[in-house]
Every structure is written in C-alpha cells, then in structure tokens.
C-alpha cells in the first residue's frame, strides 16, 4: 500500500547553508503558525547553544501541510562533529533535500551526507539556496553539484534529480533561475511528485527501526523512529531487538505515542506503517533497537555509527578555587551526568579509567566534545578537562592516525601563510582552485594537524579565510608535529592579580587575567610568544615608602586581557596543562602546581 498522503524527507547541507532558515520558511508558509503568532528565527534551533552558535547540533523533527498531504520534515546538522546524528536520521526518510550554497558550492559535509543518501537509493532534489547573494555564481556551482553526483557513483536517476532556485531567508523558490520566485509552492509541488510516498505492508506485524532518542525527566527515555510495517496502539506489548546483537529480546508496553505536527508534539492513541512517531514506556530502549510485535521478531538492518577519532579526559576538578562555583563536583555526579550524556549520543563513548575521579571521553572531533563541556558547564558542573588526544590504530601492522579531509577558501594575499602553515602540520596539497580573487585549496591533513590551528588561520588570514574539514579516513601515522609554538606565563603564587604586577608582566606576553581576578600559584596567565614557560608575579604590589616621586602616582596603562572562548581555550592547552571548566570561568593550569615539583619532573 502507498500511503501518498505522507512524505518523509531530510534536509542536508554543508554548516551554514541555510536549512534551518528555509525549514522556517517551509513551516511558515505551510500555514502552521497562527497569523498573528510570534514566531522565532530558526525556530527548529530548540537549545541555547544552538541559538548562539546558529549551527544545529542536534537532527530534528517537524511537518508541514500542502493540499492535503503531510510532508515529514528531519532538519539535520551540518557539523562534521555531528555527522552521527545524519547517518541514523536518513534510514527515516525516503528523499532528501541537498541544499548548496550559491556562492560556497559543495563542501566536505555536503559530500559526506550526501553519499549516505546515495547508499541508501534516496530520490534528491537539488536545491540552490541564496541566489540573492551579490557573489552568486549560480551556473558554476550546479556544475560542481553534478560533478559531485558523478564522483559519489550516483545513478542516472539521481543524475536527472530536480533543480530548484531558492532564498530560505526570502522564503522563496524558482524552477529557473531567470524567474524570481514568490513562495515556496514550487518546492512543496516538487517534493509530492519527486519525493515517494512510502511504500507500506499496514497490516503485517509492527516493526520499528529507531533513529533517535530523546529524554525527559518524567516519562524517561523517548524513541523516535518510523514505523516500517504494521500498526502501533497505546497499551501494545511490544518485544525489543538488535541487528547487531543477538540476545537482546526485551519486552515492554507502549505507554504513549507522539506525532510531529508542525515543530510540536500531538499525542495520538495510534499511528501506522509511513509515519514518523515518538513514543514512551520502553525503559533502556537504544538508537538502532528495532520494536516489533513478540509474534515477529525481526531485527532492521542498521548502519553503524562511525567510531570516535578523538579523546579527552574529564576528572574532578582539584584545583586551590575547587568546589567554589560550581553545583556539582563529585566524581559520582561526574560520572553520572556522562553517562546520561551516552543516552541520547550515539557517537559519544565514556570509558572509566583507573583512577576514581577521571574518565575517558571519546568523541567525534574538538567540537563535538566542546558542546557537551559546554552544555555541563551550563548545567552546574565543575570540573577539568585535558588537552584533546587523537586515536591511534593498528591496521596491517602499522600505527595509522585519523586524517582530515580539509577545505581553505582565502583570499589569494593570504595564500602563503595558509600553504606555510599547512607543510609544518604534515599536511598534503590535493587540488587548488582559483576563484576569483580567492583560492580554494584542498588538503588531507593528519586530525592533530588541526588542533590549535583554527584561531591561529583566522589571524592569519585577517578574519576572511574560510575553513572546513571532516573525517577522511585513517592512514600511516606521519610522525612527529610541532602545532603549539608559544608557552605558557604562570602565576607564581595564590591571591588577587594586581595592575602594578600585571604591568611589569605585560611585556612578557599576552595576558589572560585583569586587576581583581583571583589567580592561584601554578595557573596560566597569560601566553609567551617564545615556546618556554616563564613564572611570573602577578599579585606582586608596589612598596609602599613615605617617599613621593613626580610621576610615580600616574595611572598604569595596561593592554586589555585576552578573554578566551572555550574552544580557544582547548585549542591553547599544553599536553602538561588542564583547563578547569565551572559555571562562570575557564581557567587553564598546569597539572603539577608547584614549581619545584613541575622543574623536578621535566628534569625527568
């Protein structure tokens, strides 16, 4: 049976092209929203986090109406860190929208969704998004898209895919470029008659792939999937299993069913095969469970999720200022909100490590790991987090490393520096193409080739240097690598830093701390131009003599402090340091605090 009321589609693009605003305009003019109602920007963008970084971290659901029928929209990430959330999330959908930018073209993310789309046989429709941009080069860029579509092995179906012209921000879409577009109505008509209805056995025994898990305080785990088969009913017993492991036979009781109308949940006492539901009552249900009825026990086939390329390690924070800003400090509150985390992050690992207070964290890239600090932080937790280590692995014999594969879009005056860079960090030249007055380089560079080096390429190329990058694949390990080329400048005793001390340290480099802020013997105040440590006094005062000389009361000029964002912060750390991370500051240490103690060590 097709059910042609239905159409399940997820929107793909590289960060920043513009889904979520076009997810937006598709909500909007689907009539979904009251007339007067006050509607947010990017309203799919649901946490803070989301909202200030305006990339989507994590894949969500809504729907809109046209002429009767239900299209079933997934709002993926861009990020290459949250690549997981695309692989799973495309098993739901039967079409995908690839959304290009008109004056970018294709980037590294849009090449990795976009073959898992493929893998998968999914109709595409083509979508080239702000073609109102004064730099649009709209003819070039569908070009580079069907280069694209030959490269990844597509079919000549998908050679043939439906090319629309759109503005996500103007809410507007176009068959042909030379026609400017007035709505959305040309893309809603395309998506019903490209995109298939899904094709349904309603009354075989249930079977339902889960793609996502939420999680709520009250009701506890909540799975998000499509029905593939079958009928689901509130109350249903329902058996649990795995394709990729045997013994995982479960039962339990659906207690209630959710469907996506508009970006809201609607309860509903049943739903079947086709639609796109969120249910409750199963307890320790996972991404990549299949539900189905005890008569049918069946696994769905499931792609695993790409392993992590990147650790960190998180330990109780015991630094001199411990305990005092955060609400949670213990190592159990620690382990136990990590754990949590492995509820609804299938991309994320948590491993306990010897020590009592520490844990292993691996994940899919610095950023990846950066939102969940972040999200932490925010949340109360007070802890410490090392440097970011790459994973090694043995393949044939041979050490191999993860490897990057790294897009440079920079104007042709910063060319240089960027190639300099690039030959210090191991990394391999691949193509280089001229694009007006930018140059757009490509290159395959070892995964710790990257760390430190995204606000040392932003300095480098004034700020008008794009950089992007996403996980290539694992190769032969390339040696050793220099990336941090400054040290560190540390407090040489606890108390307040003071502006006579921090202006006779001024010289010595860049300051991290001002005049009042607490600092502790061992912490990082600041970075040395020369690759060395240097202790230096920050608390120390002027002596106080009953002698006055001209000139001696005139203010102190000091260089503003250097305040750092939290992936600067990861990206400065030294493999000797920590960065302690609570509600209201990141303050990096060194991990021995006494000199004595740190001199005698390196001596080793």
């Known amino acids: 049976m097709k059910r042609e009321e239905i159409r399940n589609i997820a929107i793909i693009a590289h960060v920043d092209h513009g889904k979520t605003t076009l997810v937006d305009g598709m909500l909007k003019q689907s009539g979904i929203f009251r007339e007067n109602q006050q509607v947010q920007e990017r309203v799919m963008d649901s946490n803070d986090i989301e909202r200030e970084r305006g990339i989507t971290i994590l894949a969500k659901n809504a729907s809109a109406e046209y002429n009767g029928v239900k299209i079933n929209i997934v709002d993926t990430p861009g990020h290459a860190d949250f690549g997981g959330e695309v692989e799973r999330v495309l098993k739901m959908v039967d079409g995908v929208l690839l959304l290009v930018d008109s004056a970018e073209g294709p980037m590294p993310q849009t090449r990795f969704v976009l073959q898992k789309a493929l893998e998968l046989n999914h109709k595409v429709v083509i979508l080239i998004n702000k073609i109102d941009r004064p730099d649009a080069r709209i003819d070039e860029v569908i070009d580079e898209v069907l280069e ?125 095969a086709g639609d796109i539901v969120s249910f409750s009552g199963i307890e320790n249900i996972n991404i990549g469970n299949t539900v189905c009825s005890p008569e049918a026990i069946e696994p769905i086939p499931f792609v695993k999720i790409s392993e992590p390329t990147v650790e960190m390690t998180f330990s109780v924070n015991d630094s001199p200022f411990a305990g005092k800003e955060g609400k949670f400090v213990t190592s159990r509150q620690l382990r136990d909100r990590l754990y949590k985390e492995l509820l609804k992050d299938v991309s994320l690992v948590v491993q306990d490590t010897e020590s009592a207070e520490s844990f292993r964290v691996l994940g899919r890239g610095e950023m990846h790991l950066s939102i969940l600090i972040e999200n932490m932080r925010r949340e109360g937790y007070e802890f410490q987090v090392s440097t970011p280590r790459v994973l090694y692995k043995e393949i044939d014999g041979k050490k191999s490393e993860p490897l990057e594969y790294l897009v440079i879009d920079v104007p042709l005056d910063y060319q240089g520096s960027v190639m300099e860079a690039m030959g210090t960090r191991k990394a391999e030249l691949q193509a280089m193409n001229p694009q007006g007055s930018r140059m757009r380089l490509e290159y395959i560079i070892p995964a710790r080739g990257l760390f430190g080096y995204r606000s040392e390429f932003l300095t480098s190329t004034k700020g008008e240097g794009i950089l992007n990058s996403i996980f290539h694949g694992y190769g032969p390990y390339k040696g050793e690598m220099v990336t941090r080329n400054v040290g ?5 005793e606890t108390g307040e830093a003071v502006g006579y001390g921090l202006f006779n ?50 203010a102190l000029r000091l260089v503003p402090a250097r305040k750092m964002s939290l992936e600067e912060a990861l990206e400065f750390l030294g493999e000797d340091e920590l960065l302690e991370v609570t509600p209201e500051n990141f303050r990096i240490r060194k991990k021995i605090l006494d000199h004595n103690q740190r001199a005698k060590s390196n001596k080793r």
């Open 148 to 272: 694209l579509l030959l490269d990844l092995g597509a079919t000549d179906e998908q050679l043939d895919s439906p090319i629309l012209y759109c503005s996500g921000r103007a809410g507007t879409a176009s068959l042909s470029q030379d026609v400017a577009g007035t709505d959305l109505k040309p893309l809603f008509e395309t998506i019903i008659d490209y995109i298939p209805a899904p094709e349904v056995e309603v009354d075989a025994p249930l079977a339902v792939l889960i793609s996502s898990i939420d999680y709520n305080e009250y009701v506890g785990r909540i799975a998000v999937g499509k029905i593939e088969r079958g009928r689901m009913k509130v109350n249903q017993e329902v058996a649990i299993c795995d394709y990729h492991k045997e013994d995982l036979s479960g039962k339990a009781k659906i207690t209630a069913i959710y469907q996506f109308s508009g970006v809201n949940k609607e309860a509903v006492q049943e739903a079947m």
């Open 505 to 554: 340290a001024q010289d010595r480099g860049t300051l991290f701390v001002e005049p009042g802020d607490a600092v502790y013997m061992g912490m990082v105040v600041g970075s040395n131009p020369k690759n060395e440590d240097l202790v230096i006094n920050v608390c120390k005062k002027k002596q106080a003599t009953n002698m006055r000389a001209s000139g001696s009361d005139e």
């Open 488 to 492: 560190s400048l540390v407090a040489f």
